[in-house]
């Protein structure tokens, strides 16, 4: 009942604050004898960690993965997975200042009024941090997924109101942005680093593409595949929306046009971003979300503290000027965790 | 694991087929002690039942209620409460023709990939009847959230590419669209009877607001508030994407800009939709959803069978030219299941 | 989180009351292609059905299964089973006059501070009746069982104070105690009836043998085999203790002699019961339960009303003088419900 | 779908392997705001660890619990509270030369047959030490409990064929098999120290008392409380049976006297242990487990290897000649466990 674990059949619980010890996760049902090494998880994990480039937060975190248990000389052994991200680079004295202030558009007010109480350093369990142990236990289920024939590839299409013109996946790990367009790439960057400069941050559109996945997969009526994805990607702290497909864009369509017809060789379109009642169709599945612009800016805003006193702030600290390049290796580890899940729970069905 | 049940604390589990015998829910977790009538329930699901107006389908289900456990001497008992409706405009015979071809836009293709096999008679378990179950539960529901000082408004905002210029939740009842916007609903009428006597259909968007929940509601992290609406949003059949509060103009924003500032008095501004960190904010929660134009439509496709042998189809049959009018209901109590679920959710943290 | 649902990958939610509409089940998971009819299942319920014999209740409800989704055309269709036993021989005036009072050994004292109101019509939610649902769901398990090759037998072995001296398992269903044993049917027989004449009841042990499970089936560490029979047997209103294997037999033993020791050509004990670890081993798995004694008896008892009054009581009505009997297919049903589920989510380890 | 979580509203993830990193737990529903300290949790796990005295394995481990998540500031946050104890007397060489033979009561061949692998270092996840990460997470739980004025004893009943005469809770905790009766106890650390010389184990029966519970507790029909003790007793490894108040006893009683009749003053009699329906009656709760031999003896059996040749096997090692004084604590966090959870649905329920 409580909110920290996602799926039925793949599993994950996840742990941890910020500046608490460290951050990880609990996977279960891990597919007996899948070859698990540390250093692909860390792989992932390096590409959600801070510190990467301009347009990312200098905080210093290694994120260094320990697996504490379930794998047994090189293979997972069906057993609980556990892998943990000591915390290093904790400056709790950085947040006494404004303990008792409500960051604006953090969720320092919410947390407070759920709980009764909150761990203020650093956003606490609220952090994006958190999402480390999502791409740790999203590296487990790709490594899975990539068994299976299925690819899934997220990029920035659009940041700072600009949008790649083009899509060249072999772009995306070429540039800081994670754009698939290199040009577009550029001129996000100069954009982005200018913002920051003046302290305001900003935001984008990721879009995600998976590859591979046979058409029946997802389970009617609520846990249905874009269900499921949409619950994955609205659990990330930035993100305020996603759309599959054509998306909102379909709403002044007529039926006749936005349904995708099928040959013999299969859908002449793609309207439906892969999924049809809920179950892939056997397409791509694609779909957007929006990405707000980080909270944590430097230019100064307006809030109230703990007791309701009005006072300006000015949160200073190491921040992501956008979030949009971190944020694609989650959306492709939160996918994995959705897809894996599914395919394990088509299995039970059958089985 | 299979997906036909939905929540934790106050939870749901639907049955059914277009076609079968009746289509119904059982909901586990309510209220011992809620006064309930099936009058009451009635109310909701004669306002998403086919048949009120030239905008919506001719099928003539009347979708009457039946309490079958759960209620005793007018109450709630605590003990799981069975709804069912059963199907009485049954015309299997007019499935038969193409119960073989995979419908444009439909599960027909999807679910016999899943499955292996699938009632072909009216989109079975597919079929937007389904949701009978939930608009039943979720009167359940929102009887409950009437208590807690909680109100749940849907209205239609775009369809047929017309807008509603400006809100007023006293019109939505008033024309067939369920639109907030008087002269708006006569366009959107008229555009859309024109697409119908084309054989052709549109989508729209539909707008929810939601009042009086306090702040504090969600569960982090996987069961955000915004997360959980948008499982509930995406799990509609008809349903292609999901924004929260400014949604996805957020993204151009500066975050400065879109932080929703405090003063002693509450927040200056709604851009976060009223959730920040997956809680709610004491703000109205608003989201939109995309929907697509409906599937059926009577202008000829192009499909195939399921032998792969390529066929035209048009789609006869009754049919909404605009689901809009008829999901506005459905979107209202399911956002009722998720608010429910979540409330009893937090009683038992705090418990 | 309510409890009214069993079981992950084959999942079932019963619901009714006695004395309401009905009573029933959702079934979810069910193997898409299973073929189904409602005479199958009817024969399960028919065994556990009332009035069956002298040493049953004789209260007349046919327990007629109608299945309203989930079938087409003779085969399941993975989508929710439901079934429904409507509610026919209710005669809740018979329970007016006790309505207030607490009859020892049922539920009516605790589900008023449970629910805080209750269904005093035939201990409602707590009848025995609502078993049916789990005969009705067991039944469909069974059918699929059958397939993996898997036989699950119970029977009366001991009731009244008289024990089975043999095991005979063509036996069982020759006499109206369910019992393994001709001779001891007989005695039981006669101590049963002459308890029932005197208005008093009495108990006995049920075993339950399963034979064909595969090694390895169950879900370390709290969904082992022996943990989920467990659950679902004391979930039984009449249970009151389980044993596996020797049982508490084993208590005095040493662990060399407890030991089910290997040769190669398997086991060469059972001490264990067929379960080791929690999984099964391939050896038959054998487990006894305790059933007391029926509750409702006719001799006079003192209790208290609502208002704690103390009062005599003296249940009259149509109940079971041993429900050893009736309880042997619920028994049945309840194990496969269990294994099912079980061996769904083993396909989905590996799958 | 996988085992290793446990609870609903309180929910607890185990994971950890014998001889791995270390074993341990995530909470999940721990109340915002308890006070939480390391101390309070180490207290239970000395109870539990090894090397206690002469009548437990010599394993040295010191079991230290360190808090990863989810306390600030000596409360519990709500967020997921993560405890570990890393592994420290690790001697995975002492396993090498029984790597490949399934030791007699071990889960040994039924984990091979399950995983297709198996961690064969001291049991791996099949091991005791598991239990370790319920013993913390029911320190949580207990702490609470108090605050509820529910109190959990459990002691060692019997061993090695010795019964104690009398119960008084105050002997438990001062001699080391942790039996209610100091002469019993004498006896039967005499007893359990001659077959510890032999080579030889022995089992017993733990009876547990839960007192202060309020009548009502429990989720009908599955989750009733007895169902749930009984599916956390038999998830420890070496339990074989449970029964509750009068148990198997009850079997030959007649209805009329094993029912608990009422008075103004309450019950008359607890032949029900406390529990009626699956609810708690406001009773002590009392049932008896059945606690098997210790599998790991000194003394030669014959066993397979995993190419099934026949060999002799002599367990050497560090091993409880009876598990009782050690299961004890373990006993008293899992019922911990199931209560704190039923409480907190009770909360969902009414909340």
């Known amino acids: 009942m409580p909110g920290s674990s996602f799926g039925e059949a793949f599993r994950v619980a996840t742990f941890g604050e910020s ?3 460290g951050v990880g996760v609990i996977v279960e049902g891990v597919t007996p004898g899948l070859p698990l090494a540390e250093g692909e998880i860390q792989q ?8 990467q480039s301009a347009v990312t937060t200098s905080r210093a975190e290694q994120d260094e993965v320990h697996i504490l248990s379930g794998v047994f000389e090189g293979q997972a052994t069906g057993t609980p997975l556990m892998m943990v991200l000591y915390n290093k680079d904790m400056r709790p004295e950085a947040y006494r200042e404004i303990k008792d202030l409500f960051r604006p558009g953090h969720a320092d007010f919410t947390y407070l009024k759920k709980y009764g109480l909150r761990d203020h350093r650093g956003a606490g369990r609220a952090s994006g941090r958190e999402t480390a142990g999502r791409v740790a236990a999203g590296a487990v289920a790709m490594k899975q997924l990539d068994q299976r024939g299925v690819h899934i590839i997220a990029y920035t299409k659009r940041a700072a109101g600009i949008e790649c013109a083009a899509v060249d996946l072999d772009q995306i790990e070429k540039n800081p942005m994670r754009a698939a367009d290199a040009r577009a790439a550029e001129k996000m960057v100069e954009a982005v680093t200018a913002l920051a400069r003046q302290g305001e941050s900003t935001g984008g559109i990721v879009e995600c593409v998976v590859r591979g996945v046979a058409p029946g997969l997802g389970e009617p009526v609520f846990d249905k595949l874009d269900a499921r994805l949409a619950q ?9 929306g996603i759309e599959f497909g054509t998306g909102f864009d379909c709403v002044d369509m007529g039926g006749s046009h936005h349904n995708d017809w099928m040959n ?3 859908f002449l379109t793609n309207h439906a971003g892969g999924i049809l009642g809920g179950l892939s169709n056997g397409n791509d599945i694609v779909f957007r979300i929006a990405v707000k612009p980080t909270s944590s800016v430097s230019v100064p805003q307006e809030t109230v503290d703990i007791h309701n006193n009005e006072t300006p702030i000015v949160t200073e600290g190491r921040h992501d000027p956008c979030i949009c ?3 694609v290796p989650v959306v492709e ?4 965790l959705v897809l894996e899940d599914l395919y394990k729970r088509q299995a039970a069905l059958h089985g």
């Open 19 to 21: 500046h608490g010890g």
């Open 325 to 327: 390049p971190r944020i």
């Open 264 to 266: 013999k060789n299969g």
């Open 232 to 240: 994955g990607m609205l659990s990330l702290g930035a993100v305020k």
């Open 44 to 51: 992932q994990l390096d590409r959600r960690k801070p510190g």
């Open 333 to 336: 580890g939160m996918t994995a």
